[in-house]
Each structure stands twice: as C-alpha cells, then as structure tokens.
C-alpha cells in the first residue's frame, strides 16, 4: 500500500531530522532550552505515530503528525479527516 510504504519513509526521515537537531543545538547554549522543548514534543509525535502504526491504525501522511483516517461505514473505506484520502 503506497501511503504506509510513504509513511515508513516519513517516520525514517524524522527521526534523522530529530538527531541532527539534537546534534546541531549543542552549540548554541543561549537558545538551548527552546530548542529542547521542540525537539521533545518531535519525539513524542513520532512516537505516537510509531505507536498507531504499530497497532494497525491507518495514517494519511498528509501532514506532520500524519492524519488518523477514520472508518466511514457509508464509505466503505478510511477517511483522512485533512485531505479526503479514501483507503
Ligand atoms: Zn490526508
């Protein structure tokens, strides 16, 4: 399915982004803080969508965080509550 395959890729790539910002605000102690408290709240978004992926949830990577697509009964299929994705 190309949207988790997408989403792999995603996660991947966000927690290489999360490292090299924990790497690159070493040398800046005045805006360490700051710094900190974002790159504590990316960690816990990913973990989150690690998480809901984990347990089968389906995500639309059409933001960050990625979209929990819904069950539509109606529809037959999930719904990203964002971009309209059907799976
Ligand atoms: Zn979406």
């Known amino acids: 399915m190309p949207v988790a395959m997408n989403l792999e890729d995603y996660l991947e790539a966000?927690?290489?982004?999360?490292?090299?910002?924990?790497?690159?605000?070493?040398?800046?102690?005045?805006?360490?803080?700051?710094?900190e408290a974002k790159v504590q709240v990316a960690e816990d978004v990913l973990r989150d969508a690690q998480?809901?992926?984990?347990?089968?949830?389906?995500?639309?990577?059409?933001?960050w965080p990625p979209q929990i697509m819904l069950w539509e009964e109606e529809m037959d299929a999930h719904i990203c509550p964002n971009c309209s994705l059907r799976t």
């Open 14 to 35: 966000a927690k290489g982004a999360i490292a090299r910002l924990k790497l690159s605000h070493r040398k800046r102690a005045p805006r360490r803080e700051r710094i």
């Open 51 to 63: 998480l809901a992926k984990q347990m089968g949830v389906h995500l639309c990577d059409c933001t």
